[in-house]
Nanobody, 124 residues
Framework: QVQLVEAGGGLVQAGGSLRLSCAAS????????MGWFRQAPGKDRDFVAAISRDGGNTWYADSVKGRYAISRDNAKNTVSLQMNSLKPEDTAVYYCAAKTLVGPVQLPSMYNVWGQGTQVTVSS
């Protein structure tokens, strides 16, 4: 079973950028499509972005399209999320996840392996 650890969160002003990373161990992530989700206090866990196993296909939530970019390096067993033009509404705990079930990439229930999350706070 793969284990995932996120890093790179922090406090940034609106308009700034952050780059999140997700390091995998225990198994190669190349066998999984990978996703990023986020959860703000009192809200559901929402889809942010996903990437296919070979990196050839990516998907984004409308709210982050054009501002975020997901990428992966299967040789290094990592997945990254570059976040630009950050807004206060982007504040949340961000989770990396491995998609283990067949179904839409946007559904959290399609992912069985999750990291512990990293906090992103965007101040206005």
């Amino acid at each position: 079973q793969v284990q995932l650890v996120e890093a790179g969160g922090g406090l940034v002003q609106a308009g700034g950028s952050l780059r999140l990373s997700c390091a995998a161990s225990g198994r190669s992530v190349s066998v999984y499509a990978m996703g990023w989700f986020r959860q703000a206090p009192g809200k559901d866990r929402d889809f942010v972005a996903a990437i296919s196993r070979d990196g050839g296909n990516t998907w984004y939530a409308d709210s982050v399209k054009g501002r975020y970019a997901i990428s992966r390096d299967n040789a290094k067993n990592t997945v990254s999320l570059q976040m630009n033009s950050l807004k206060p509404e982007d504040t949340a705990v961000y989770y990396c996840a491995a998609k283990t079930l067949v179904g839409p990439v946007q559904l959290p229930s399609m992912y069985n392996v999750w990291g512990q999350g990293t906090q992103v706070t965007v101040s206005s």
